[in-house]
């Protein structure tokens, strides 16, 4: 049974950090790009950042370069997001993605975890 699990949203302050993790299982891991993407209410979902199957080529969207840090434990099957120097504008709900790119074209998507950045 494939599952991508997201954890480790929360409330925090502005300025402070957050350590998000993603969980994948059901599937090769290895043969995965991940992405983290967000939705604030109201608005569409963004590409927060990626990183290839094998954790290279870190990519950032450029409200989140230099703050957000995407990494990967492929023997672990795990994923994270570390957001440092948070904002109010960081709040949403965030999703990790993996995607298919060694000769496959799945898709899985997890369920979303909230962040909230508020004082």
């Known amino acids: 049974q494939v599952q991508v699990v997201e954890s480790g949203g929360g409330l925090v302050q502005p300025g402070g950090s957050l350590r998000l993790s993603c969980a994948a299982s059901g599937f090769f891991f290895s043969n995965y790009a991940m992405k983290w993407y967000r939705q604030a209410p109201g608005k569409g979902r963004e590409l927060v950042a990626s990183i290839n199957n094998v954790g290279r080529n870190p990519t950032y969207a450029d409200s989140v370069k230099g703050r957000f840090t995407i990494s990967r434990d492929n023997a672990k099957n795990m994923g994270f997001l570390q957001m440092n120097n948070l904002k109010p504008e960081d709040t949403a709900v965030y999703y990790c993605?993996?995607?298919?790119?060694?000769?496959?074209?799945?898709?899985?998507w997890g369920q979303g975890t909230q962040v909230t950045v508020s004082s």
């Open positions: 993605n993996a995607i298919n790119i060694v000769g496959g074209t799945s898709e899985y």
